[in-house]
């Protein structure tokens, strides 16, 4: 990548530090995540936000500030050069706008926050929530008004984890999406095939840990992971984080009563993994490395998770590979019943557990609470009720308990709302990729050899090198051909869960 702005040159140069830095903290909040002792929480969590507040000070360094302020002035000419300076401009609009002791306070009250949200929810009691919900849904609306907004509050929330989306695309898109998979769901669960099938997982069957663990290497070398710049470890909950551009870390966890969770979730965060170590290396060190957001990053890890690790054609593919481990385990269970299993659908009131079906729905619940919270459209004093009658019109169930209902996530606790919806946002943004693809790659023949590298030098292709080039809007279209349309994830679901469920 060649940079021939002289000011835009000396701002990347101040920018590695905060690069730097950045890197240094993951590698602190990873290791916090997999390997520290429980003592050392808190000197942990000192050394951390010491990190952050270098962070901080970086972006508020006079010489900086001047140097970037200079450079938006000044006339940049690639392609590269102009992302770089509109991606700066998402860091500085934060650092610039927001008063540093509101970011400061703010930060304070969401680890006060987090630890009183984990006794609520363990007393299953909302209301010792409620003070510290409503301190951190006042700091973001403060957030939101210092950022600026042209119509909803929410607006500039949503644009700090997905760029350019807004509360009126996710209502359209939230809306056509509700409209048809309420009734979906419904279909799938009384049809006549629904559930009637082997059960081979659960509390009397054993998959030893040792046998997953070479599954998972196996299926992490067929996707392309470079075992050589990445490494694969447990944590309770399975993430990924880039320490470097030669160093993409993954977790996963592994349940012995249940293969098919370390096998689905760790090709989930392969998905995340292969898209990090896919960016262009001329980008490394700068705000063009790594993937451009939580959305398209959700979209990568989901399009492998549920497109291609749990398409029946590929689970036909690799279930020679399951019984070979689980011989005695998996030899009454016939391969209706494997595919059933990894594709159920299940109303159910815990998002994290959901499925491919489902999942969208937890979501715009999450979308529709928070816009209307923002916005003081609801008291934040009965928001765990409003949730359960939302959960009851959506998904048809609700849970008594607020544990189970408003108190299940973590997002809120750290005062990260407007974060949600890229999840759903990533549902979406794979389906029409995986329509595009289809059209250049024969995915079913890919899946039936089980070739999966071919599914990834076409993601290196059109989407994983570009980093954060493009932004998810201005890539769709780039890839597709057309602007986001929710319909993709729609036509994908029945067709494939109609073909499963046998729907008429
Ligand atoms: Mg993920």
């Known amino acids: 990548?060649?940079?021939?702005?002289?000011?835009?040159?000396?701002?990347?140069?101040?920018?590695?530090?905060?690069s730097l830095l950045s890197h240094i903290k993951a590698t602190l909040d990873w290791d916090l995540n997999v390997n520290l002792p429980p003592l050392g929480s808190e000197t942990r969590a000192i050394q951390s936000s010491y990190l952050s507040e270098m962070i901080t000070n970086k972006w508020l360094d006079t010489k900086f500030r001047s140097l970037y302020e200079k450079a938006v002035t000044?006339?940049?000419?690639?392609?590269?050069?102009?992302?770089?300076?509109?991606?700066?401009?998402?860091?500085?609009?934060?650092?610039?706008?927001?008063?540093?002791?509101?970011?400061?306070?703010?930060?304070?009250?969401?680890?006060?926050?987090?630890i009183i949200w984990r006794q609520a929810r363990e007393e299953n009691n909302y209301k010792k929530f409620l003070p510290s919900l409503t301190k951190l849904i006042d700091?973001?609306?403060?957030?939101?008004?210092?950022?600026?907004?042209?119509?909803?509050?929410?607006d500039a929330l949503l644009d700090l984890y997905e760029p350019e989306l807004t509360a009126a695309e996710c209502e359209r898109l939230f809306n056509g999406l509700k409209k048809e998979l309420v009734p979906l769901v419904k279909k799938i669960t009384k049809s006549k095939d629904y559930?009637?099938?082997?059960?081979?997982?659960?509390a009397s069957n054993h998959y030893p840990t040792p046998d997953q663990e070479r599954i998972v290497h196996y299926i992490m070398q067929h996707m392309g992971f470079n075992s050589q710049a990445g490494r694969v470890d447990i944590s309770a909950h399975p993430f990924t984080t880039e320490l470097s551009r030669h160093d993409i870390r993954i977790t996963t966890n592994y349940k012995e009563t249940d293969f098919r969770e370390s096998f689905t979730s760790t090709m989930h965060e392969t998905g995340h993994a292969l898209y990090e170590q896919g960016v262009n290396p001329d980008y490394d060190g700068t705000p063009l490395a790594s993937g451009v957001s939580l959305g398209i990053h959700e979209s990568l890890s989901r399009f492998w998770e549920n497109m291609v690790g749990k398409n029946p054609i590929f689970l036909h593919s690799v279930s020679p590979i399951f019984k070979s481990f689980y011989q005695k385990q998996l030899h009454a269970v016939d391969e209706k019943s494997l595919i059933q299993s990894f594709n159920t659908v299940q109303p159910s009131l815990i998002r994290i557990n959901a499925d491919e079906v489902t999942y969208s729905l937890?979501?715009?619940?999450?979308?529709?609470?928070?816009?209307?919270?923002?916005n003081g459209n609801i008291q934040i004093k009965d928001a765990a009720e409003v949730w359960r009658e939302k959960s009851k019109k959506l998904l048809g169930v609700a849970s008594a308990t607020d544990a189970e209902g408003i108190l299940q996530d973590v997002h809120w606790a750290y005062g990260s709302f407007g974060y949600f919806p890229s999840y759903a946002m990533g549902n979406l943004y794979g389906a029409q990729f995986l329509a595009t693809m289809k059209k250049k790659v024969d995915f079913d023949?890919?899946?039936?050899?089980?070739?999966?590298?071919?599914?990834?030098?076409?993601?290196?292709?059109?989407?994983?090198?570009?980093?954060?080039?493009?932004?998810?809007k201005e890539l769709i279209k780039k890839v597709t051909g057309e602007k986001?349309?929710?319909t993709f994830f729609l036509n994908y679901l029945t067709e494939k869960y109609s073909r499963i469920y046998n729907l008429k």
């Open 1 to 18: 990548m060649k940079i021939e702005n002289s000011t835009l040159k000396k701002v990347l140069k101040k920018y590695r530090e905060i």
């Open 74 to 114: 000044e006339k940049l000419t690639t392609v590269e050069e102009k992302a770089i300076i509109r991606n700066l401009g998402y860091g500085a609009k934060y650092y610039y706008n927001v008063p540093k002791d509101i970011i400061i306070e703010k930060d304070k009250t969401a680890s006060e926050a987090f």
């Open 139 to 154: 700091f973001d609306k403060t957030i939101a008004r210092h950022l600026g907004y042209k119509d909803n509050p929410y």
């Open 195 to 202: 559930s009637n099938t082997v059960s081979f997982v659960g």
């Open 362 to 374: 937890h979501i715009i619940l999450r979308f529709e609470m928070e816009n209307e919270l923002i």
């Open 445 to 472: 023949a890919v899946l039936a050899k089980g070739d999966l590298l071919l599914i990834k030098e076409w993601l290196d292709t059109n989407i994983h090198q570009y980093g954060s080039l493009y932004f998810p």
């Open 484 to 486: 986001l349309d929710y």
